[in-house]
């Protein structure tokens, strides 16, 4: 199976982290000091996928204008000795190509999905949403399309999730079929603890099948009128073997004030001109508290 695109949906309202979001699309808010959105390219073009379909909503075209070429600033930083941070500007421009879709209702993710159709086409595709960040040596997309390959199918990311906060999942009824791999019997959008079929939450990377996009058409949408993903694949299912791929590596998800500042801070403590100087400041703050 080979897989070219990558559908990034970021048309969403970022209810959860207004008031910002009202200014800034949350997709550019920044983990350090580059906005998340630049995490996820990243992540393709690590996983080999350089074909990027962004999906946006009105008010936000600052999410294209963040991938201009920006010459002068690169050479500014060069100048400065700081061409790492120009290198990486330069990269996600120059090796990703980008397609700007439309979506004019936040009819929900599996509605900002099938708006990429036509970008994606009659081929396999992968989904990345750009809020889940994941700190993997692996990408994380590039273990999925591992899965994706061996399988010839449709493969969904999850990961362990402790009972108290299942319900804020989609959660698979999982067959073991390999380490880390398993084929998809069912799947149940936020159950409850006790009615989950497991503990394996699903998380925003996925591998899909055109076939998806056909499946979705035929989905009904929910109470507010939103079609999910979810029950898009979970449609698809009926006529094609789903797995899913239970994935090494930290997810954060940024889409949130705490998992924002989490995402942020993990990732400097990681940096080596950062990390030492906030470690220090970490463990003095948290000493100060403890009085
Ligand atoms: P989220 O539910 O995390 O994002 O959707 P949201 O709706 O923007 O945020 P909250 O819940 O109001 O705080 C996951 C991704 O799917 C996109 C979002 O932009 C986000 O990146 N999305 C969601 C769309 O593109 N369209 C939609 O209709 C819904």
Redesign the pocket.
Known sequence: MDVHKAV???????????PV?KAV???LLPLVDRPMLHYIVEEALDAGITQIVI???QGKDALADYFDPAPYLEKVLEERGEGATAAAMRRVRTEAEFIFVR?H?????G???Y?ARHAVGDEPFAVM????IIDAPTPALGQLLATAQQYNASVVAVEEVPPERISGYGVIEPEDVADGVYRVLSMVEKPTQYNAPSNLGIV?RYILTPEVFSALNHVTPGAKG??QLTDGIALLMETQAVYARRFEGIRH?A??PLGLIKASVSLALKRPDLGPALRKWLQETLAQEQG
């Open positions: 990034i949906p970021a048309a969403g309202l970022g209810t959860r982290l207004l979001s699309p949350k997709e999906v946006t909503s979506q209702e936040q009819l929900g993710l509605h900002a999905v708006t949403l750009p809020d889940d925003g939103e079609l998800d889409g949130n």
